[in-house]
């Protein structure tokens, strides 16, 4: 028998509220929405340069060997993705203050992890502690950065209790999300494209010039003219200006999520919710799904720079590939939030993510051609965004389900947040350090103008054979996936009425 809440009322606030009252009370604004969602693309803006550039700055700026950056990415990954139950628990037994229980984590994290970012792409002048270093300060900054995004991640349940509310702050945030990531691609990568300093011949490329392919004819005419004029020395200035940049954004997005939001207060607990959590069906399939498909996704982000510098012979040309994917996905966010709302979620998770097979299927099979990677390019970026949409707009789903099956449990949204992300990130921390650590086994050398064939056939592998794959077992985990658009809005219509009974027994 489900148990009634009795409400106490005081003198301001009137005994009875119809449902349509009540709507129009938990309606955002426009201007709430959009300070919800800038307070997104910080994590976005970030994890873009980091996912994009960091393996190829450890390996060719900082000339770490390929198995200590390998061992950086992974533990670095590793930790991330520790750090998000634990901060998830902390955030849960945080006392609410006047500004609310999650902001003030948002707050007080964003100093440290600016300057935590900052040194991350700054090189010492000593060398024999830069694995340390950069491991101290990666590991850094992903634990500031969890304290920021896991509570960002749960205010979603505490911004508003209409889920059609929630749905479309969600939609606003995914789309500013998108645009951080192409602020991310193209103030890194614009920035340090400017400032690329040339790679080095290996003693077999200066056997016989018969022996070169003509993309590193090009490399090396290039680099003739530019060898004067920049040096890597200017290579870790440009880093250093791209990082300041991205921090100066990070701290402004903060801000106005601070004060742009208004978090409703809820009663949260942690340990007594994990078990019911982890044990709620749909949560673990959606979980699982998606563990798949990030990882394919988090394999190309971490490989693509690497690929386009060597195998397709684009090194001066690779930001600007970058940044295509980006502003495609941005330009279509709009497009998959219609999608969604018309053909329900589960069928634009289908859609969205078998659309990037054939172009990751294409782009390695293709010869190398600068006009057709920027199609191929634009195509993938439109499948990107489903990726980066749909997930988050799921989520709610689940967690609306979870009460509805379990009426007397509530206060539980950092668990599915939290739990999320740390599955997520610790599966992309294995794939990048093993990518990493397989180029290594392949004989990568740093700032080569070429690499051996084996670091090509691993490229390829690496950003199409092993996504696809992956991409693949998600979209089969999907089909047992249960919460189709009628058990949605079932579950809507069941909570809403849950909510109005309420109020009318409060009433009486």
Known sequence: MKKKVNFSFNEQTPPFVSLSQREQKNRLSICNKLCYAVGGAPYQITGCALGFFLQIYLLDVAQLDPFYASIILFVGRAWDAI????????????????FGRMLPWILFSTPLAVVSYFLIW???????????????????????QTCFHVPYSALTMFISEDQKERDSATAYRMTVEVLGTVIGTAVQGQIVGMSNAPCIPTPGDNVTADGLNSSLLLEQEVNATITTVITLDQTKMAYNIASGVICSIYVLCAVVLFFGVKEKKERMSFWQGIRLVMGHGPYVKLVMGFLFTSLAFMLLEGNFALFCCYTLGLRND??????????????????????????????AVYIGTSSVIPFMILVVCVKSNLIITYLVSFAAGVGVAAAFLLPWSMLP??????????PDSRGHEAIFYSFYVFFTKFA??????????????????????????????TLKILVSAAPIGLLLIGLVIFRSYPIDEERRQGNRKLLQDEVFSHYVSGSG
Not at 398 to 406: A, E, M, R
């Open 83 to 98: 750090t998000d139950p634990t901060i998830g628990f902390l955030v849960s037994r945080s006392p609410w203050t006047r």
């Open 122 to 144: 700054y090189v010492p002048v000593f060398e024999d502690g830069r694995v340390i270093w950069y491991l101290v300060f990666y590991c850094l900054f992903q634990t500031l």
């Open 318 to 347: 690779f930001q600007n590939i970058l940044l295509v994917i980006m502003l495609a996905a941005s330009l279509t966010i709009p497009f998959w939030q219609w999608f969604l709302t018309k053909f329900g979620k589960k069928t």
């Open 397 to 406: 789903d689940v967690v609306d389900d979870f009460q509805v099956q379990n």
């Open 428 to 457: 992309s921390g294995i794939s990048l350090g093993i990518s990493t650590l397989s180029l290594d086994f392949a004989g990568y050398m740093t700032r080569g103008c070429t690499q051996p064939e084996n670091v090509d056939i």
